[in-house]
């Protein structure tokens, strides 16, 4: 039959050329797209003869070979599927204008990111192309299903095109490429290495339901294909590449630990067996199934600016994309595991990913699910979660700041320590069902370590008074505090913010409070003069009903940042100003009484020997919470005259 030659629209040529140079920058997706098309024709040829008794058709086994030979230098990828008419031949491949090329190659040159143009190109369905980038010529060979004659579509991907009608031809359709020269400078790999094309199928199509068989051995044999030939090949000459696993798609009774567990490390390169596997399947308008595993420690690059997150992106078993940000939080990037939607598309893009509304759904819901997951590990596996706590906890409290959809839902599977045990870190709920009768607040303490925070003077009162303290020891508490307010309608208080007095549970009595007011009458002077002498450092200096051992402490008031909290942002590159803090002092200390009465045996205070010890008290209060003195050489020097005998 004669062969008739077409040329390409303008449009369609100029669209041809721009995806060939500057669309992929990984060449090695062509494979991806002629693999993912041939399964397509699969499942079209199985639905259609479920519902065509008549159409008579072969699908005894159904499948997909993929062929290659290096001394001719070709490609061939076979298929036994629905296959194309003469018709559909011209209609689909024949050019590429039928799908709305002005406006797509308007897009592409307003697109300078070459992700984002190969996700327009996703959205037009012209995948097939990208053969070109590969290969100087390219073949097809097709047969629909149930009809007699074949069709064969040749194209260099320059100007034109022929199609040819075949009284002959397989079942389905085989599309073979000749193959471009190797140019590793530009990514352009030799796809006639068998080891190569097995390897980007591994990567890509592991998972495509149907088998995908390639002949047996290291190489392909050499000579090229005959187009005419039966697609068919005796089982031992051809083996079979891919997995067809695609454990996601299968019954939970039907798939065993060692199989998810052998999985996981696949993906996650990591040796140890994950802590919990979660499965997740939504059907309706959007379909996507999600097989998600918590690993059993935090990856060393947990906390590294830059490292790689995000789940395995797969559409109908065809790996699209590594690491998929979108699909969950910063905070749960320790998460690993694959996604398989339904209805997007091959090429999508990750600036596509971020507008599509299927995506920002799947993400909600992987979300959720994984933070349901780990708070019933709590009741459920009190083991497995004190694991994840410890080893993600960190990465976790990150959510408190970023997701305030789910901030309540984080804040209650939080464990911290605490002063009511030394081993057994509590919940909130748990702190909260042992609060003191009339107790309102949840009380915590931030530092560096537990044993600095039960060391510190701010927790004289608590130790002495019994009330229970959340002892917050990692830097991301100090900036979660201040944005969540309460929990379950109870504040969250610093004890090293505001004035605190516990009482004795007990209304003050008569006699308490005029204690009280003479006590302050007899400090007034010294209070005032110290506040005046220790004006660049305090904003004020007053009496304490926190401290029962210590002489003094520095406190700040209720809404102003803690100096710690301070350091953070300055470390961040942001100008903070100096807060000036309270000095407060512990009247029942014998260091306080006696510079009280020094002070006031000096009416003008101006014996220098009061002034050092003010700065000393100061300095000694400091030091106590952990912060650094401004002068260190002058307060050793001052501490030294006033211990020298």
């Known amino acids: 039959m004669s062969a008739e030659t077409h040329e390409f629209q303008v449009e369609a040529r100029q669209l041809l050329q721009l995806m060939i140079h500057s669309i992929y920058s990984n060449k090695d997706v062509f494979l991806r797209e002629l693999i993912s098309n041939a399964s397509d024709a699969l499942d079209k040829l199985r639905l259609t003869a479920l519902r065509d008794d008549a159409l008579g058709a072969d699908v005894s086994d159904l499948h997909i070979s993929v062929e290659t030979d290096a001394r001719a230098r070709t490609l061939t990828v076979r298929d036994n599927g629905i296959g194309m008419s003469h018709e559909e031949v011209v209609q689909l491949i024949g050019t590429i204008a039928s799908s709305g090329t002005a406006r797509l190659l308007r897009e592409l040159k307003e697109t300078d990111d070459a992700a984002a143009a190969a996700g327009l190109i996703g959205q037009f369905g012209v995948g097939f192309y990208s053969a070109f980038m590969v290969a100087d010529e390219v073949t097809v060979l097709t047969r629909h299903a149930g009809e007699s004659r074949g069709t064969r579509w040749v194209s260099r991907g320059e100007g034109t095109y022929t199609v040819e009608a075949l009284d002959m031809a397989p079942q389905g359709t085989t599309v073979t490429l000749h193959l471009k020269p190797v140019d590793v400078e530009n990514q352009l790999n030799d796809y006639a290495q068998d080891g190569k094309i097995r390897e980007i199928i591994k990567r890509y199509s592991d998972f495509i339901t149907w088998p995908i068989r390639m002949p047996a051995g290291t190489a392909a044999a050499a000579g090229q294909a005959d187009e005419s030939a039966d697609a068919e090949a005796a089982a031992d000459d051809f083996e079979t590449v891919n997995s067809m696993k695609a454990l996601w798609a299968r019954a939970r009774e039907d798939v065993s630990d060692e199989e998810y567990h052998e999985l996981y490390k696949r993906i996650s390169h990591d040796w140890l067996d994950p802590l919990e596997t979660i499965r997740l399947q939504a059907e309706g308008t959007f379909e996507y199934q999600a097989l998600l595993f918590i690993p059993s420690r935090a990856p060393q690059d947990l906390f590294t600016q830059g490292q790689s997150r995000g789940l395995q992106l797969f559409v109908k078993r065809v790996h699209i994309m590594d690491d998929c940000e979108q699909l969950l939080p910063p905070y749960l990037r320790f998460v690993k595991g694959i996604v398989d939607a339904q209805d997007l598309s091959l090429n999508v893009s990750r600036e596509i990913l971020q507008q599509d509304r299927h995506i920002q759904r799947m993400h909600r819901r992987l979300t959720k699910k994984i933070l349901s997951t780990i708070k019933d590990l709590r009741t459920k596996a009190p083991e497995n979660y004190a694991t994840v706590w410890r080893e993600f906890g960190k990465a976790l409290k990150e959510g408190l700041l970023d997701d305030h959809e789910n901030r ?47 060391n510190s003077p701010h927790m004289e009162a608590f130790r002495a008074k019994g009330v229970e303290v959340l002892l917050l020891t990692d830097p991301i508490d100090e900036v979660w505090v201040t944005a969540v307010p309460e929990f379950d309608g109870k504040r969250l208080r610093s004890i090293t913010k505001g004035e605190v007095d516990l009482g004795s549970g007990e209304p003050d009595t008569e006699e308490t409070e005029h204690e009280r007011e003479n006590q302050r009458r007899e400090y007034s002077g010294l209070l005032s003069w110290m506040t005046e002498q220790l004006g660049e450092d305090v904003k004020e200096v007053r009496l304490s009903t926190r401290l029962t051992v210590s002489p003094a402490c520095l406190v700040s008031d209720q809404h102003d940042i803690t100096p710690a909290l301070e350091n953070i942002y300055r470390a961040m590159g942001q100008d903070v100003p100096h807060t000036k803090r309270i000095l407060e002092l512990n009247p029942g200390h014998s260091l306080v009484d006696g510079l009280n009465k020094a002070h006031t045996e000096r009416e003008d205070g101006a014996d220098a020997g009061l002034a050092d010890i003010a700065e000393l008290l100061f300095g000694m209060a400091l030091l106590a919470e952990g912060g650094a003195l401004k002068d260190p050489a002058r307060f050793t020097r001052l501490m030294a005259d006033r211990l020298s005998f």
Do not use: N, V
């Open 408 to 454: 309540d839902t984080i804040l209650a599977l939080c464990s911290f320590s605490s002063t009511h045990a030394a081993d057994e870190p509590t919940t909130l709920a748990q702190y909260a069902e042992r609060m003191k009768e009339g107790q309102e607040e949840i009380f915590y303490l931030t530092g560096d370590s537990r044993e600095a925070i039960e």
